[in-house]
């Protein structure tokens, strides 16, 4: 099913998108997507399995089953269960654990943390579903979320100071827990109401909060709660994405000439599945292009960094207001994960931006806050005004104590669209991030029940071996709250 502009020119653009999502079939999604669609959901496995392991998702675990209590829904790699609503929230959590995650790099938020649990604890609810009507319920969620994000201009939202992903990713979790529990428009409709009535989200969180781990999940929540009440007969917001008062984009996009076109723009023809970015790096996404050029500046010119006497950088507007400020030490493992500056200075030092480098001693070395004196960031107008698909290039330009300069710009980072990570890559990840947590066998058979969602009986199998308890390399110990 494809949607015309015609027909959200005459109806607005609210029951059109309602409308798709409850005729998408499988056989309308090209097979291409379908497993591109899965290859996204082994990454977002991967990194719930190593998020669940993680001191503050403990800290998250024992607060949110002490309010929730126990239940039927799976808490994954915990062996603990709780409500469905509560399960979502974890899930979402510990897949949002450690950025690693994959994002969208127009339209920023991380569409596995909104999908994967709804898609588990809608499952549970409904006493079992085909993996491939959850698969198809998938697509839904990966489709709708950056459309409604690229009607209120992307990444203008982090520019903002809005954590664009919450805002966004209601309508995500709605359209994936709606699909899958087989609602119609109407019912669709208000979900989506329901779901922009809750949408929120602060940026500020990412300097020393544990809660910006969580914020995708009370979006998840939020969205799979809407799906929920209107699959109840619970009335929600008509056309809440184009009342003029009061609605969605009126709102959010207040004073930003939100453009409601791009919500259907490409429905049923172009898919923003295969645009989302898988990262390599445990680092935000507008860090990637950074860290990509300090890399490859190490790896051409073997620099020294005890004689680098400036690393400049320069970015767009929205990398610079999300990824830095002048940072106090030690910082936290979310700030620094943020930081742009920190960024750089452990890739030039360590070769790598991974878990190792956001333990406690690391946060707080010596060499690391040497170097980042060193830093200076910069906002570049030409990266600013230049063309959307170049909004996070990022050049690097290093300085050493003999006056050597070397430079390197990224358009794009890898993991891009115009370099995307490749399928191969996620089950390398998969396997590098998890391999050392659980017996061969159960690794093996999770890759297998998610590459294979399509010829799944019940999704429940996979929830099966994603539930009981995982452990062993990664030393909660090691890395600070």
């Known amino acids: 099913m494809t949607v015309r502009m015609s027909e959200a020119t005459s109806t607005g653009v609210t029951v059109p998108l309602a409308r798709w999502v409850e005729g998408l079939t499988a056989a309308a999604i090209p097979e291409r997507v379908r497993s591109r669609a899965a290859h996204l959901l082994l990454d977002g496995v991967a990194c719930g399995l190593v998020g669940a392991q993680l001191p503050w998702s403990r800290v998250a675990t024992r607060s949110v089953l002490d309010l929730e209590g126990a ?21 979402s959590t510990y897949i949002q654990g450690f950025e690693l995650d994959d994002f969208h790099p127009l339209a920023p938020l991380h569409s596995t943390a909104l999908i994967l649990p709804v898609l588990l604890a809608t499952a549970g609810h409904r006493g079992g579903v085909s993996g491939a009507a959850a698969l198809t319920a998938a697509v839904a969620g990966f489709e709708v979320g950056p459309r409604v994000g690229l009607a209120l201009h992307g990444a203008q939202m982090l520019s903002r100071g809005w954590h664009s992903g919450p805002v966004f990713g209601t309508h995500t979790a709605a359209a994936t827990a709606g699909k899958l529990r087989g609602l119609d428009a109407g019912r669709l409709e208000d979900a989506f109401g329901m779901a922009g009535t809750q949408s929120a989200g602060l940026m500020a969180a990412q300097y020393e909060a544990m809660s910006k781990r969580m914020q995708h999940g009370f979006a998840a929540r939020n969205g799979y709660y809407a799906a929920g009440l209107a699959a109840g007969g619970y009335s ?13 984009l009126a709102v959010f996009g207040e004073g930003h000439d939100p453009d409601a076109s791009q919500i259907v723009a490409g429905l049923g023809e172009g898919w923003h599945t295969e645009l989302i970015m898988v990262k390599t790096h445990a680092a935000q996404g507008g860090l990637h292009g950074t860290i990509q050029a300090v890399l490859e500046l190490r790896a051409a010119y073997d620099i020294d960094p005890d004689t680098v006497s400036r690393l400049e950088i320069r970015v767009g507007h929205t990398v610079y207001r999300h990824g830095w400020w002048p940072p106090q030490r030690p910082l936290t493992s979310v700030g620094a994960q943020m930081n742009l500056g920190y960024a750089a200075a452990v890739a030039l030092l360590d070769g790598q931006v991974l878990p190792p480098q956001f333990t406690a001693a690391r946060l707080d070395a010596d060499d690391v806050w040497r170097l980042l004196g060193t830093v200076a960031v910069k906002l570049d107008e030409e990266i600013q005004n230049g063309p959307p698909a170049q909004r996070f290039a990022t050049e690097v330009t290093i300085t050493t104590t003999d006056g050597t300069v070397r430079h390197r710009r990224i358009e794009q980072p890898h993991g891009g669209p115009a370099d995307p990570v490749t399928d191969d890559e996620i089950v390398a990840k998969y396997r590098a991030l ?16 998610v590459l294979g969602l399509d010829r799944l009986a019940d999704l429940r199998e996979l929830t099966a071996l994603l539930a009981p308890p995982v452990g062993g390399a990664l030393d909660p110990a090691e890395v600070p709250s």
């Open 71 to 91: 239940g039927e829904a799976a808490v994954i790699g915990t062996g603990l269960t709780t409500s469905g609503p509560a399960a979502v929230l974890l899930n």
């Open 236 to 248: 929600g917001i008509k056309q809440v994405f184009d009342r003029p008062y009061g609605g969605y």
């Open 434 to 449: 998890v391999g050392p947590l659980l017996p061969a066998a159960r690794l093996d058979a999770i890759q297998a029940a």
